[in-house]
């Protein structure tokens, strides 16, 4: 099995597995950009110990992954953001089944800024009106007389959608955001940008800076760490999710289990989350 080529392929999204024997067993797994890095790694370590078993993972983003669950077109669908009640519906309607949630690893999304602003840290609540547009100059932050540029992720995104709920409370993004088709591009356009800010998760963050989050004026900033992730310290702690529509059985079942193993958990370590558990 030719593994580099495997690694050459996974950023642009494209199947994570080589044409096997007749006999290979094949796993489908679509959804998380945020994951996407994590899934791959994941998919190679378990296939080079299992030639028998061929894994193919596209991204996406967790909207697409869900429509591809409930459509019957993936047999894992990975999620930045817990399913919602009415995707649970459909699977419902289709499986008889609301289907099972994996919680497969944990990320602290991350605020993004620019190696060069001076921006150490940030309250919810500025955080909160800078994407709903209220707050628009970065000396409103401490920072220099400049305007911010907001960027974001687009709307079939979990992360999108997690950002909205904890942090907007449900409110729409200001219209000027630019919306970016996965988390490496608001990563790219923030370090590219001195007065760009953004989000996504801890895996991606090169060659830009996380800045630090305080519940409110006065606390102290909290950085996403191994420990203020794994205790909840950290404001925007979040699972990183896999779905499956009924009861994970055969070959599904044995690498979901091989991903909540030490070794499998280990791996997510390395790209940058944190285990589950």
Known sequence: ?????????????????????????TITVKGSDTMVIMAQRWAEAYMAKHPGTSIQVTGGGSGTGISALINGTTDICNSSRPMKSAERAKLQERYATLGIEIKSAKDGLSVYVNEASPVKDITLDNLRDVYLGKITNWKQLGGPDAKIIVYGRENNSGTYAFFKDHVLSGKDYVASMQSMPGTAAVVNAVSKDPNGIGYGGMAYAKGIRIIGIRKAAGAAAVEPTAATVGNGSYPLSRYLYMYTSKRPSGAVKEYIDWILSPEGQAIATQVGYFPAR
């Open 1 to 25: 099995m030719n593994l580099s080529k495997l690694k050459f392929l996974a950023p642009l999204g494209i199947a994570a597995a080589l044409m096997g024997a007749s006999n290979t067993e």
